[in-house]
């Protein structure tokens, strides 16, 4: 005689967590909306009329759908070529990044280096006190590196913050897979750059992120050292589109219909500079969620 047993997988949940998941789910799904729907308002004026955006019309879809306030944008002479420059800045400056990140975390990451400590502690001692603008602006041109494109990359080439999370994650490598690699013959350099580097692939692509944003974000930086318009990052020159196109009513003279149109037209070209400046680092984050959402929490277990 056979008796057939069924068994169930599933965990019952209790009402107390169901109480609890739900109260979360509601949460997320407002957290969600908070930061949603500011940027579908945004997004939805950027293709709307000036005179809608200007009259409070749109919402979360265009009205009177328009481009005008990017043709306003990309019809300025210099917006392709500071294009280019933040895209040169954003790519040679997070490859510098994290590969003076990795270097300086792998040896701060051993436990055998002499004087580690105070090497740490002199590293953190830069993250509350530095120099100042001034002494900053007065290194960088004795080093003859004002107006130059390296003035936006190698003043920030390390991030101490973003170094001790490198070196917390490359602590938490098994010391197991160094003594293996020590028996077959691997050398310090070898270790570093065949097993360390391959498996901190998840908190590169992290910090990548982080400094990516960060050199794509910056102003202040070319604001200081440049003066070249041609080596100028995309965000001074968004900044000087929405100058030239900033009318008065001496600018307008005494036609009422052109000021309007200009002060709506100001208006649109806000929401539409806020799209062309922060649409390529939308563009990037999903090719790096998987990587980001493993190594966000990196540094918070153990330090």
Same mark, same amino acid.
């Given at each position: ?126 993250? *509350? ?5 001034? +002494?900053?602006?007065?290194? &960088? /041109?004795?080093?003859?590196?004002? $107006? =130059?494109? #390296? %003035? ?73 050292? *440049? ?5 100028? +990052?995309?965000?001074?020159? &968004? /900044?000087?589109?929405?100058?030239? $196109? =900033?009318? #008065? %009513? ?54």
């Amino acid at each position: 005689m056979t008796v057939n047993v069924k068994t169930s997988n599933s965990i019952k949940v209790s009402r107390g967590d169901q109480v609890y998941y739900l109260i979360v789910n509601v949460l997320l799904f407002a957290f969600t909306l908070i930061v949603l729907l500011p940027l579908l308002n945004v997004l939805a004026s950027s293709f709307s009329s000036p005179q809608a955006v200007n009259f409070g019309r749109v919402f979360f879809w265009p009205v009177d759908f328009s481009v005008r306030g990017y043709k306003a944008v990309f019809e300025y002479k210099g917006i392709w070529t500071s294009y280019y420059n933040t895209f040169y800045y954003t790519i040679v400056g997070t490859t510098v990044n994290v590969i003076m990140t990795m270097i300086c975390a792998y040896p701060l990451a051993r436990k055998t280096l002499p004087g580690r400590g105070i090497v740490t502690a002199l590293f953190m001692f830069t993250m *509350l006190f530095g120099g100042g603008t001034i +002494p900053n602006y007065l290194l &960088l /041109r004795q080093l003859n590196m004002i $107006n =130059t494109r #390296s %003035a936006m990359i190698i003043p920030g080439a390390l991030s101490v913050y973003n170094m001790i999370i490198a070196r917390t994650f490359i602590a938490n490598i098994p010391a197991d897979l160094e003594e293996a690699a020590k028996i077959d013959g691997c050398t310090d350099f070898q270790y570093f750059m065949k097993m360390v580097l391959p498996l901190s692939r998840t908190v590169m692509a992290v910090l990548a992120l982080y400094y990516a944003v960060g050199h794509w974000n910056d102003y202040f930086t070319g604001f200081l050292y *440049l003066t070249d318009n041609d080596k100028m +990052p995309l965000q001074i020159t &968004l /900044r000087a589109i929405l100058i030239n $196109n =900033t009318f #008065s %009513a001496e600018a307008a003279g005494a036609n009422m219909e052109e000021l309007l149109d200009n002060t709506a037209l100001q208006d649109l070209l806000k929401y539409a500079l806020i799209v062309v400046s922060s649409a390529p680092i939308l563009i990037l984050y999903p090719f790096v969620k998987k990587h980001f959402m493993k190594g966000v929490m990196i540094g918070a277990l153990k330090g």
